[in-house]
């Protein structure tokens, strides 16, 4: 196989999204090639064991690479602005694997409080079965993390956006912190996508995404990938997923690959359709709440001015009437979906406290900022007027 690289690096991101990453069989084909093949073949016994050491470059089984695969880990790596990438199955074994290949028996590791419902079940509940102690702080509050640290102190995590309430935490601040207390700081940066937010540039030693959502973001496949430096990624990912087996689909790694070719237009489609909305539904006398980070009343404005170079494609509303409120609101759309995913070309909302959030308890939620009346709107590809009049239709009931 061959690769072949434009020769000027200063390319665009819409461009290398397209080009970066290629690797040609022969047959020079112009799309990316699909291998689905579980193994590799040697030309003699002697080939295979090279193979094996590393003395000799090549694939060797699908759980460790695979050539669509690696196209993807280099198009997203480029894209990112990282040294290194590797793809996991999902989102949530991206963010499995970069917490746990840092953390052993002992260490401690801090977190904004705010997150996806399994994010924080990782932090909270999975780490501490392994004697990891864990301590959930107030994004927002750098004096919070700050007096979290302890000696034993390793990483610090955190959503910016959070899921679902769009709180956004100054991340080169928390950088700063973590560095000084010599942790490896940790950023899931889905709400944002890799169009608006560049966490690395920003001081992250590692960025996780859940390609599920806008990379795909035509509701297709699961994916997850795990971006940071070489040494990152040799030192604390790469043999942990090599031996314990989260591995992307070629496939879905092919379907990917193309999605990125797509994703700046859908993700800056999608974000003038959600400011849009946003505007237009603010101030609804049925809505106790908006939240959206493109908004000058976003609670963090000034530091999404800093660290942002969009909004999202999330919007957080608080119905009023609660639980029953929101319900009725959500029932009585006609265009817009219920599900539980975002990111994708059709719109879709959820209700947290009942789906993503449900396993939390009143008080947790509370904690979370997940109200009995928030909902979670993610705007897809259709036409704002439409989405608009489908929103406000909804809204009468409440």
């Known amino acids: ?40 073949v040697y030309e003699s016994a002697e080939d295979c064991e090279a193979r094996f050491t590393g003395e000799s470059p ?67 509940e999975l780490l501490p079965r392994f004697g990891v ?19 034993e102190t390793k990483v610090f995590f955190l959503e910016s956006p959070a899921n679902p309430t769009l709180e956004v935490i100054d991340i080169e601040a928390v950088a700063g912190i973590a560095r000084r207390a010599g942790a490896k700081f940790v950023v ?8 608006w937010q560049k966490p690395l540039r920003l001081g992250a030693d590692c960025v996780v995404y859940s390609a599920t959502k806008h990379i795909d973001g035509q509701g297709r496949c699961l994916g997850g990938v795990i971006l940071a430096s070489e040494e990152f990624i040799q030192t604390h990912v790469h043999t942990l997923l090599r031996q314990t087996g989260p ?25 003038l359709t959600a400011a849009a909305v946003a505007d237009a539904l603010a101030g609804h006398s049925k809505i106790r709440r908006l939240i959206y980070p493109g908004r000058a009343d976003h609670p963090q404005a000034d530091i999404i001015a800093r660290q942002m170079t969009g909004g999202s494609t999330l919007i957080a509303l608080e119905i009023e009437g609660g639980k029953a409120g929101a319900f009725r ?47 979670r709107l993610s705007i897809g590809l259709e036409h704002e007027d439409d989405l608009i009049d489908d929103l406000l239709q909804a809204l009468e009931p409440v």
Not at 188 to 195: C, K, L, R, T, Y
């Open 1 to 40: 196989m061959s690769e072949r690289s434009p020769r000027n690096r200063s390319l665009h991101a819409q461009t290398r999204l397209v080009h970066d990453g290629t690797l040609r069989s022969d047959f020079g084909e112009t799309s990316e090639a699909l291998f689905l093949t579980q193994g590799h």
């Open 58 to 124: 090549g694939f060797l089984y699908a759980r460790f690479s695979n050539p669509t695969v690696t196209m993807f880990e280099q198009r997203m790596a480029s894209f990112e602005g990282a040294e290194a990438a590797r793809a996991t199955a999902t989102g949530m074994a991206a963010v499995t694997a970069a917490l746990m290949g840092l953390l052993q028996a002992g260490d401690h590791i801090v977190a904004a409080r705010a997150l996806f419902g399994s994010c924080r079940y990782v932090v909270a």
């Open 133 to 151: 102690a864990a301590t959930l702080v107030d994004g927002t509050d750098l004096d919070a993390w700050r007096n979290a640290v302890r000696p």
């Open 188 to 195: 899931d940066n889905v709400f944002s996508s890799p169009i």
């Open 247 to 271: 591995s992307m689909s070629p496939f879905n790694a092919w379907v990917l690959l193309k999605s990125l070719e797509t994703l700046p237009l859908r993700v800056e489609r999608q974000t």
């Open 329 to 375: 609101f959500l029932n009585a759309l006609e265009l817009i979906r219920i599900s539980n995913n975002l990111g994708d070309a059709k719109s879709l909302i959820t209700h947290p406290a009942t789906t993503t959030h449900q396993r939390f308890t009143p008080e947790e939620r509370a904690e979370m900022g997940v109200s009995e009346g928030l909902v």
